[in-house]
């Protein structure tokens, strides 16, 4: 059974910290791109940041400068660390592995909350 389960959201004030982290089981983890998406009310999902199975990354223009993905094979895990935050960073941020060469096998972790305001 494949389960990702994402941590690290909270209340922060705008200009502070967080740091998120996804813990994934049941993949081959190498065989995975990772990905960071949020949905603020009535908004679409999209596309925070994004880990290749090889470690390429890549930012939404948004958060480039701000936020940085990292990735730990070993311990299965992918974080998101997120400086200087806005209130518009505010959303339920999701995980999400997908494989390299399988599209049908992606799967979604249950969100975690992140907001920021004062």
């Known amino acids: 059974q494949v389960q990702l389960v994402e941590s690290g959201g909270g209340l922060v004030q705008p200009g502070g910290s967080l740091r998120l982290s996804c813990t994934a089981s049941?993949?081959?983890?190498?065989?995975?791109?990772m990905g960071w998406y949020r949905q603020a009310p009535g908004k679409q999902r999209e596309l925070v940041a994004s880990i290749a199975s090889g470690g390429g990354v890549d930012y939404a223009d948004s958060v480039k400068g701000r936020f940085a993905i990292s990735r730990d094979n070993g311990k299965n895990t992918v974080d998101l660390e997120m400086n200087s935050l806005k209130p518009e960073d505010t959303a339920v941020y999701y995980c999400?592995?997908?494989?390299?060469?399988?599209?049908?096998?992606?799967?979604w972790g249950q969100g975690t909350q992140v907001t920021v305001s004062s």
């Open positions: 999400k592995a997908y494989h390299w060469a399988v599209s049908a096998r992606n799967y």
């Open positions: 049941g993949i081959i983890f190498t065989f995975y791109h």
